[in-house]
Structures are given as C-alpha cells and as structure tokens.
C-alpha cells in the first residue's frame, strides 16, 4: 500500500520559513517524480514544486520561485520543501504527490497525472 505522509506545517508569521516533509512508501521511491500542490482558501489546487527522480530537473510555480526549495533524498524515500520568506498568501494546505508520467511539457504541473497523494499538511502564515 502506498501512503504519503506530509510533516511540518505550522501556523507562522510572513517572512518566517517552513520546512515540509513527505515521507514515501510502498513505492519505488527512486523511480517518481515528486511534487508538491497547494489548496488554498477560495482558490483550486495549484502546483508549488517538482523534482525528478534523480533531482536535477526540478521546476517551480512562479509564484514561488526564489523562495522556496524542493529536494528529495532517494535512500530516506523523502522529499522536502523549504519555504523561505512566507507570505499570508502561501496559507494552504500542501500536498505531496509521486507520478511516473514525465512526458510533456508541463507533465509536472498537471495533477490529474500524480498517481499517488498525501494527506496534506496546513500551513498558515499570518501577517
């Protein structure tokens, strides 16, 4: 059985960082692409980061690049996200998900084509 398990959301002032957790398994961790979405208040799920299976692709939604940080560590089945420089507008829940569909041009920022999804983990920033 597959299960994702997201960590360390939190309630946080803007400007202040977050580290997220998504712990992997059931799965050929090492074989999926990771990403991670967003579902905000009053807003559809929208995708935040993505990083390949080998880590050196990795794409972001402009809305946070040069804030936040994805990384995986393939021997922890794990991939995080660093969120630098929080704004009240980051205030979401964040979800983790794995897929094997890398082909496209935006495969990554496409969620029907994640296989596997978290519970989410809520993050709130105040401002």
């Known amino acids: 059985q597959v299960q994702l398990v997201e960590s360390g959301g939190g309630l946080v002032q803007a400007g202040d960082s977050l580290r997220l957790s998504c712990a992997a398994s059931?799965?050929?961790?090492?074989?999926?692409?990771m990403g991670w979405f967003r579902h905000g208040p009053g807003k559809d799920r929208e995708f935040v980061a993505a990083?390949?299976?080998?880590?050196?692709?990795?794409y972001y939604a402009d809305s946070v690049k040069g804030r936040f940080t994805i990384s995986r560590d393939n021997a922890e089945d794990t991939v995080y996200l660093q969120m630098n420089s929080l704004k009240p507008e980051d205030t979401a829940t964040y979800y983790c998900?794995?897929?094997?569909?890398?082909?496209?041009?935006?495969?990554?920022?496409?969620?029907?084509?994640?296989?596997?999804w978290g519970q989410g983990t809520q993050v709130t920033v105040s401002a």
């Open positions: 990083i390949i299976w080998h880590g050196q692709n990795i």
């Open positions: 059931g799965l050929a961790f090492s074989m999926f692409a």
């Open positions: 998900a794995a897929t094997r569909a890398t082909w496209g041009s935006d495969w990554y920022s496409n969620r029907d084509g994640y296989n596997y």
